[in-house]
């Protein structure tokens, strides 16, 4: 979606790119607070201290290459913009992308490096507040945290809409890129994970299938550009209603059997998810040299550079990502999976 949607293909008025980091953010959140629980049910404790070193070996080795590649590309040809490129090598080695993008940096090709701040600073606060939360022993208020924050996002988004100052261009740049605005969508998928782990899942094997199938169609439409998605409708109705989307679709596939989940569980679709945390980093830097900058790209430019940035994010994870990797143990399938899911 987000490759699609950047390339402005194959519709030029898609919002794609959009619905799609939304969706990674319900799906980070819910996968992260998922494996937290099971891991405090299983040992009576989380360990921090390996969920961040796991989080490190999992995202900086291929953050770090693509930042120097794109440094290496900018100093010794015309491809890449120097200044550009290293305004956003820094924002993006200090997860401050968000920042300087309200702030008016020009970060070139390495833009799109916002979302990884977003899920960052997610990664810093949400597993300390869970553990507190976890302190308390109480499920009410560990689902009512994630709720009532991702509540409390939305509230602020309208009332910076209510009470902006400056235009429009400069009101729609500070929704979208900060943190405080965007860190909604993950605390929807973390109440989720919650409701799912703690509270149990009974429902959700009656509900999976018309929830998946929902999902789809919405973010379908969703994707076509509608005016809701038009900014700055876009983050009072456009992006709660793909994080619904999301939410709905995590459910479907967390729930067995049904044809939404074994849809999503087809390999090509699996491969690229394996792939698409380096295919997410490369795509942009790779637009940028061919002269793509987000734009309505016909057929003959769309196809060739999404299949360059799919090969190229393919060569990251394979090359760069699967030796950090190495020597790991497996991520253990939360519990909540076998016993609540409706498998």
């Not at 740049?173 to 405080?180: E, G, K, M, V």
């Not at 994970?193 to 379908?220: K, N």
């Not at 999404?306 to 190229?312: C, E, G, Q």
Request: proline letters at 6%; a positive charge; hydrophobic letters at 50%.
């Amino acid at each position: 979606m987000v490759l699609a949607g950047h390339a402005g293909w194959p519709v030029a008025r898609t919002r794609a790119h959009e619905l799609g980091v939304e969706l990674f953010f319900v799906l980070s959140g819910f996968l992260i607070t998922a494996l937290l629980l099971e891991e405090h049910e299983r040992d009576g404790e989380v360990a921090l201290g390996r969920f961040y070193r796991r989080r490190a070996q999992r995202l900086l080795p291929a953050l770090v290459f693509v930042c120097v590649a794109c440094l290496a590309v900018a100093s010794w040809t015309n491809l890449l913009d120097w200044g550009g490129t290293r305004r956003g090598v820094i924002g993006g080695l200090t997860y401050s992308s968000g920042v300087e993008r309200v702030h008016g940096w020009d970060l070139g090709p390495l833009g799109h490096l916002w979302s990884l701040a977003v899920e960052e600073h997610f990664y810093l606060f949400w597993p300390l507040l869970l553990l507190g939360l976890l302190a308390l022993r109480r499920r009410t208020w560990l689902l009512a945290a994630p709720a009532g924050l991702a509540a409390a996002v939305l509230i602020w988004r309208v009332w910076l809409l209510v009470g902006g100052r400056g235009d429009l261009d400069t009101l729609n740049t500070r929704l979208y890129y900060p943190t405080d605005t965007r860190v909604m969508a993950p605390l929807a998928g973390c109440a989720l994970a919650v409701v799912m782990v703690r509270f149990g899942a009974s429902w959700a094997a009656r509900w999976a299938l018309p929830l998946g199938v929902a999902a789809l169609v919405l973010l379908t439409w969703l994707s076509s550009g509608p005016v809701i998605t038009d900014r700055p409708w876009l983050f009072i109705a456009g992006l709660p209603l793909a994080a619904l989307s999301g939410i709905a679709l995590c459910v479907a596939a967390a729930t067995t059997p049904n044809i939404v989940a074994s849809a999503l569980s087809w390999r090509p679709l699996t491969w690229l998810g394996g792939i698409s945390y380096g295919g997410y980093l490369v795509h942009y830097p790779i637009y940028f040299a061919f002269g793509y900058e987000l734009t309505g790209m016909s057929t003959a430019q769309a196809v060739p550079v999404i299949a360059l940035s799919v090969l190229a994010g393919a060569a990251v994870e394979r090359f760069v990502e699967r030796p950090f990797r190495r020597g790991r143990r497996p991520t253990p399938v939360p519990a909540a999976d076998q016993r609540t899911f409706g498998r």
